[in-house]
């Protein structure tokens, strides 16, 4: 025991990490006694044939919910042998993914940085930030912490790459990137971060760098067309935001300032971030915060702030393909998103910040107790269903898609009565949302008023040609 006292005091690397490792549990508790939630989790796991006969070709020929990441696919097959249909495994797994994340957090962060104590700090802000709940608590976002953890291996390879100029480790870079891909398409933008540092160790960017990432950049963009093809296939791609470009480009700045409050001022989360009522207002925003982004990156260039110009592009680059450019999903912002942008934030902050060794140290335990006491709180709303999508409409209580998921719950457990103002409530808040008629076609359905099922079905069709719509109808 004394000689692992001894080096830890001689690394204290790992005393941080175990100070990490000790907190992980206590902050996460909540997660190891909560469910399946009914947004993916059955259709990636508990009704998913391909998972429980463990369907290894499929995993890779097919898309599941607008996604293809058969990685992601065989980790849950893997899962479903060992635990079955025991939340609390699954929950352990996505931990360990995250934890292990934010180990390879501290290490590129200790390279970049060079400053052990800052490096401690992105990674706890990584760990125990309030919005990576999301993440860590959806099992269905296995996804996005199995990609990080093959994005940011890479990201460490890379390094050593640029140190030795060894070949396999440019390949094993590229080997890791495809991995990464395979857990999910978002890892596309790993080329334009591996060009970023090229730029933070050169402070230049030469042709030969550019000619060097082109089986990076060739990589990426079959993907994207998979990902794209992928969100089609599953109708994700969402017509009612296909705004002008013009808007689109508001919308997007503004969604960037919602995640730079969210990153420092992390209160009333929430799984849901309709777009704004102030339409207008909101677009106007987004343009002037792009203004200032790109008057603060300039300024950057110019005065060599290298890491601050490193940690604001590499938080910029993680979300540009989340700022609804291509349109798709219900939401303008979402948590799960900042799950590898915050790693920019907090280095843009310790870059920032000009104290002593010893009070990084005070900085680092009350960052600790604060966004680990807010993660805490956070994590049980992820009880079970009925919880989250309740948390949801104390914020937004004109959410139509949280609506119609609680009235969805409801009619699950056979409470219709509950079920059927809610359902109602969705309609009349979006009366084009094609799953509203289609939950309350199904609920009419089983309390026998088959002709008012019919009509609610007929317009799920009407709407969108939605096939569960078809297969309930003719079941009707």
């Known amino acids: 025991m004394n000689k692992v006292i001894q080096n830890m005091k001689a690394n204290p690397s790992n005393l941080l990490m175990l100070l990490i490792a000790l907190a992980f549990p206590i902050v996460y508790l909540n997660l190891f006694s909560s469910s399946f939630i009914s ?25 599941y919910i607008g996604n293809y990441h058969p990685l992601t696919m065989l980790s849950f097959a893997i899962d479903w042998k060992i635990f079955g249909n025991a939340a609390c495994g699954y929950h352990i797994e996505n931990s ?26 992105v990674a706890l802000i990584f760990a125990f930030h309030p919005t990576q709940i999301e993440t860590v608590a959806w099992i269905a976002e296995r996804k996005n912490v199995m990609t990080a953890f093959f994005f940011l291996s890479s990201v460490i390879v890379y390094l050593q790459f640029l140190k030795t100029q060894k070949k396999h480790f440019f390949i094993l870079t590229f080997l890791l990137f495809l991995l990464a891909l395979l857990c999910k398409p978002s890892a596309i933008v790993l080329p334009l971060v ?20 082109i089986p990076f950049f060739s990589l990426a963009i079959l993907f994207s067309i998979i990902a794209y093809n992928a969100q089609e296939s599953g109708k994700f791609i969402n017509s009612n935001h296909a705004y002008p470009l013009y808007e689109r480009v508001g919308y997007a700045g503004y969604a960037v300032l919602q995640y730079i409050n969210k990153s420092f001022l992390p209160i009333n989360l929430s799984v849901i971030y309709p777009y704004p009522q102030n339409k207008g207002g909101s677009i106007v925003i987004g343009y002037g915060v792009i203004l200032i982004l790109g008057l603060v990156l ?3 260039f110019k005065r060599k702030k290298y890491n601050v110009l490193f940690g604001l592009l590499f938080f910029i680059i993680n979300l540009i393909l989340v700022l609804q450019f291509v349109p798709f999903g219900e939401v303008l912002t979402a948590d799960r998103y900042l799950y590898l942008p915050l790693i920019g934030i907090g280095i843009v902050i310790v870059s920032l910040i000009s104290v002593t060794q010893k009070q990084l140290k005070y900085i680092s335990f009350i960052l600790l107790i604060v966004l680990g006491g807010l993660s805490f709180a956070r994590t049980s709303v992820w009880k079970n269903s009925i919880f989250l999508y309740s948390d949801i409409l ?18 699950l457990n056979k409470q219709y009565n509950l079920a059927m103002p809610y359902l109602n409530s969705a309609i009349n808040e979006n009366t084009n949302y094609y799953k509203g008629y289609y939950n309350r ?6 309390t026998n008023r ?9 317009k799920a069709i009407e709407l969108n040609k939605y096939p569960k719509a078809y297969v309930a109808r003719a079941n009707v």
């Open 39 to 63: 947004w993916d989790d059955a259709e990636y796991v508990l009704e998913n044939r391909d998972v429980h006969d463990f369907n290894f070709t499929n995993f890779f020929t097919k898309f």
């Open 96 to 121: 360990v993914w995250h934890f292990a994340n934010t180990l390879l957090v501290f290490i590129i962060c200790n390279k970049l940085l060079n400053n052990t104590i800052k490096a401690f700090i």
């Open 194 to 213: 591996l060009c970023a540092i090229d730029y933070f160790y050169k402070h230049s960017f030469t042709k030969q760098q550019l000619i060097q990432k």
């Open 298 to 300: 300039h300024q950057l």
């Open 394 to 411: 104390k914020k937004y209580p004109h959410s139509f898609v949280a609506l119609n998921s609680l009235g969805a719950e409801y009619m």
């Open 441 to 446: 076609g199904l609920l009419y359905a089983q």
């Open 450 to 458: 088959f002709d008012r099922a019919l009509a609610d079905f007929n």
